[in-house]
Nanobody, 121 residues
Framework: VQLQAFGGGLVQAGDSLKLSCAAS??????MAWFRQAPGKEREFVGT???????LYADSVKGRFTIFRNNAATTLSLQMDLLKPEDTAVYYC??????????????????WGRGTQVTVSS
């Protein structure tokens, strides 16, 4: 499956932004968002698992909402109350190899190209 993320941009602290990830075909795969800030390792943001379970990183809980459309072809990330530390390239991923490893990037099989999110203070 091919993934394409879009929706990034430059916003100010406190603003909102919505990212979307379009899959090339419908699937029952788990899907997730990760992000990578300059000079840092890629980190987990959130996931909608094939079971319907939703997980978030502690750093985004209460500010970000992840959801999937009914056709299971688009994964979205609504980001509210953005902070400068949210600045990163955001990547979407699909097909989790093991549910217990949802927060580990190497446990995901398919990756899209990232979309840049920059939050100014």
């Amino acid at each position: 499956v091919q993934l394409q993320a879009f929706g990034g941009g430059l916003v100010q602290a406190g603003d909102s932004l919505k990212l979307s990830c379009a899959a090339s075909r419908r699937s029952a795969y788990s899907m997730a968002w990760f992000r990578q800030a300059p000079g840092k390792e890629r980190e987990f943001v959130g996931t909608v698992m094939s079971s319907g379970r939703i997980l978030y990183a502690d750093s985004v809980k209460g500010r970000f909402t992840i959801f999937r459309n009914n056709a299971a072809t688009t994964l979205s990330l609504q980001m509210d109350l953005l902070k400068p530390e949210d600045t990163a390239v955001y990547y979407c991923a699909a097909q989790l190899l093991r549910d217990s490893l949802a927060m580990v990037d190497s446990a995901w099989r398919y990756w899209g190209r990232g979309t840049q999110v920059t939050v100014s203070s």
